[in-house]
């Protein structure tokens, strides 16, 4: 008997016929009753909860729908202040939605910002889908990027010259963003490879690099970049406070990515190496075919973690005087017509940042997912 | 001793130059003296297989055939090209000598397919469908062409090991290095990994295999090496080494090892 057995594949040894569990376990129903109220406390806490989720949706919904006001004439916002508070003044946003998308970028040059703002989002969702994922995206982003400098700017094809003082609002913190992480990106993953490398020097200047910029805070290296880096220059030379701000965030953002690749260098085991080594490939290509893209793959996560989170940090370019979205949806309340709404513009602009934070974080999630499908860990 | 007998093996293929030439190699981890002159010549087309307790230097050894390992003293040749710090004698190499791992190492984020093409695509520098089909050969070789378009992950163990061979056989190597490829399979995939490598060994390829699948020794190794910390103690047929232990150590292995069986 048991040589029989042993014949056979395992494959074919006749299965038991599958039976599906029982009822009260499976749909809504056994969802429901295994995770809410599973026992007595499990179910006062679900009620409770419940209860105030609901309070609280209908409270939001009163305040934001049903008594809010949409707009005022010219404003006139006395049907505001005559709501005293029940209801939501989204007039406000109505009126200073345009300041707050754009800052004081010249009225009827709007669209130019306005398209900008779509070609980045446009940017963001071809590189978002592996379909597209060829040498070709580099040279798409090169032009994308290239057509976005010349719409803001102008002085070219028919377009108006806007100096860089009066860009604002929504397409700054993208620029700022998008920007700031396509050069940190490269920037860390050079560094994260510098800080293991087998040349001293290399190393140095590395390790040196991460530490210095990861033990200030972004403020400090805004402000050195917006007071202290000007002084270091020759007589007369000047460089665009934008560009400056830039510069600081890139180098901010690479020395916090650049760790985080690390980690995921130093997830992979030595045998990855040797194969590749063994194999004959050279240290580029080991490193771009072999170890790059297991490295990244792993940490997907504490990547988009800190991307979302620069996402954020380019608010603090306030301080410096850039006009950034939250700047921007700062200064439309400081008028005396409008003061004393900031909780709908400041909601508006909370949604914005949002809306591009969760994008990335449900993303990054479909990416792990995709990318893990093939594997046993 | 191990110097007459080792004389009468190079006797054996005078006509053929020495695949690989070890001259009193030494090597230290920091100031662990892992590698005491070690000597070893292996010519074109002969089977060695290496043999010794663990923490004898057998891996070191073949480590430092395709230089995974520096050594510190001695001369290492392979086909008679002298492994220096000079980067390209050690491209030249690695093109030469394949090497399969005691786990497998197989790139995980790659199909079977990819794993077998990208060294001959990238180093070769062979056209993808050439690559391709040299790949679909050696996966037939090994048996498993069906595989292909899987991931390593989806793959067990025994079929990992054979992929790893056909990986490193599409770089179309003179020599072949084996560190223990079958002792972190289970048994039941010992046996399909040992039948790719006697397939191979027929074939008349060079091969130094680190193993203690005695059965495999006997039936392919014209030579058998026995290690004991960081010196070959013996060497010689596997008739001679197994049947007719000189030393005290290698009897006290033999029995632990037969003990182990
Ligand atoms: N990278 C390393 N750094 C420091 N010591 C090492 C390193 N690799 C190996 N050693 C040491 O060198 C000695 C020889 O190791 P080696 O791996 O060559 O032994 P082995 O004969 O292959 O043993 P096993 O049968 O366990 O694989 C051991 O004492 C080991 O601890
Ligand atoms: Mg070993």
Redesign the pocket.
Known sequence: MSDLTLETSVAKVPEAAPRSPPASQIGLVGWLRANLFSSWLNSAVTLLVAYLVIRWIIGFVEWGIVNAVWSVPDNQTQACRDLKGIGACWAVVTEKHRFILFGTYPYEEHWRPALCILLFIGLYVVSAMRRFWRKELALVWVVVLAAIGVLMWGGVLGLSYVPQERWGGLVITLILATFGLAFAFPLAILVALGRRSKLPAIKAICVLYVELIRGVPLISLLFMASVMFPLFLPEGMNIDKLLRAQIAIILFAGAYLAEVVRGGLQALSKGQYEAADALGLSYWQKTGLIILPQALRLVIPPLVNTFIGFFKDTSLVLIIGIFDLLTAGKTAIIEPAWQGFGVEVYLTVGAIYFVFCFAMSKYSQRLEAEFNRHRRR | MSETLEHIASAARADAPPAIVLDKVNKW??T?H?LRDVSLTVATGERVVIC??????????I?CINRL?AHQEGRILVNGIELTDDVKALDDIRREVGMVF?SFNLFPHLTILENCTLAPIWVRRMPKKEAEALAMEYLNRVRIPEQANKYPGQLSGGQQQRVAIARALCMKPRIMLF??PTSALDPEMIKEVLDTMVGLAETGMTMIC?THEMGFARKVADRVVF?DR?EVVEMGTPAQVFENPQTERLKTFLSQILRGH
């Open positions: 981890f920091g662990m892992v010794g307790p663990s923490g004898s230097g057998k891996s070191t050894t480590r390992e005691q560190d223990e680190v290690m960081g």
